[in-house]
């Protein structure tokens, strides 16, 4: 089955305590993102991935870093958590055809920073 | 980035026609124009993309006047369980804005 999978899908922490939420794709996708979502702010991307090796800011990248090592992995690292990082977060693929953009979203990664 | 906008809200009744419309009046010649369907605490889901004139699938028909600077998303007949955040995203891969999307609420 085609998908989209990131892990943990909830998380609670303390305050500088560095995680890292992983992210997968079975569709060999050449692009990939990180976003975040907020009550009243709608979705906001974090980070953006146009091949491996490739990574570039979204709206939102200020405390985040993500790498892409593989063209199926692209995981979202927080190196000090802060409670303003508290949010839903997701990660998407796509593929580029013909100028289009589809994106095919994971479940979601409820994180709360104490 | 082509900047979109979108209603806030609109409420509808069960077996009605709903008609979104998305603005985007800074459209690249490239640009697609690609509508989502969010349901609380999950992810984005891909409605229907287009570039001109109209399309329509399964769920729903997508219209693009010629000038391509606005978009409508139709639902035809919806059901309460189309009751979700919908958003209107122009543009290719990479970057993504995806506004702040218009929250459909069927009522019986």
């Known amino acids: 089955e085609a998908q989209v999978t990131q892990n943990p899908r909830y998380l609670i922490t303390v305050t500088g305590k560095k995680l890292t939420v992983t992210c997968s794709q079975n569709?060999?996708?050449?692009?990939m993102s990180w976003y975040r979502q907020d009550p009243g702010l709608g979705l906001r991307q974090i980070y953006y991935s146009m091949n491996v090796e490739v990574t570039d800011k979204g709206d939102v990248p200020e405390g985040y870093k993500v790498s892409r090592k593989e063209k199926r992995n692209f995981p979202l690292i927080l190196e000090s958590p802060s409670p303003n990082q508290t949010s839903l977060y997701f990660c998407a693929s796509s593929v580029r055809d013909r100028g289009t953009d589809t994106q095919y979203f994971g479940p979601g990664t409820r994180l709360t920073v104490l | 980035l082509a900047k979109t906008t979108q209603p806030i809200s609109m409420d509808s009744y069960e077996g009605q026609e709903v008609n979104i419309t998305c603005s985007h009046n800074n459209i690249a010649t490239n640009d697609y124009i690609t509508w989502y369907q969010q349901f609380p605490s999950q992810g984005p889901r891909f409605i229907i993309q287009g570039y001109k004139t109209k399309v329509t699938n399964e769920v729903a028909s997508l219209f693009i006047p010629a000038d391509r600077k606005s978009s409508t998303l139709s639902l035809p007949r919806v059901s309460l369980s189309d009751t979700a955040v919908y958003y209107c995203l122009v543009g290719d891969a990479g970057k993504s804005t995806f506004g702040d999307g218009t929250t459909l609420t069927v009522k019986p």
């Open positions: 569709m060999n996708h050449e692009y």
